[in-house]
């Protein structure tokens, strides 16, 4: 688990072929890799890796045909500069959202502009997605945990501080690039449970909440 607020970023040193798969070299001395051990999550642009070693300032991770064909790690090239977020612990500062580093898609910068001291982004998401796109809600693009201001069917518009584009790799990006999306948790699990009750008036076969019991609870209201 994550929270969306990348630590630094890093880059990719070295890409090798490995059957279907690939096997990611990162450079990331400012990621604090001392106290990290083999087997450790380390979010990759907002994807979930696990650490196969970690050695000077270097940490190796294992990208699965799967992760490739679904993120925008298949794209990578050695030199990327890539956001880094080690998983939280119990000590660890809630800053941005709950964050599972298990993209849901990838979508696309549309559009970003100057407004005042930030700038206005708008990112376009796959199909199937839109419907967890909220105003306020939260959602991550690229491993940061970002705020929705607006919401037009697919797209959506964020403010980005400078500073949020000098520390990680979004200030590089321009439109039409690609982006790993996730979105929120919580708007999966009321989605499920909304799902589930409307499967019959006493809860569905697994047991899911009705649309009644949800609407009490105070979801569904608007």
Known sequence: MF???VETCGRVAAIEHSGDGRILR?????LGLAECRIGDSIAVDGACLTATGIEDGQFRADVSDETLRCTTLGGLRSGARVNLERAVTPSTPLGGHL???HVD????????????GSERWRFRVPEG?????AVKGSIAVAGISLTINAVCGREFEVNLIPHTLAATNLGERRAGDPVNIEVDLVARYVERLLSAGADGASGGEDGGLTLEQLRQ??????
Do not use: C, H, K, S
């Open 3 to 5: 929270t969306g607020i």
């Open 26 to 30: 990162i450079d990331a001395p400012d």
């Open 217 to 222: 609870a105070g979801f569904g209201n608007g």
């Open 129 to 133: 997605l839109a419907r967890y796109v």
């Open 99 to 101: 964050v599972t580093g």
């Open 105 to 116: 898609g990838v979508g696309e910068v549309v559009e970003r502009a100057p407004a005042g």
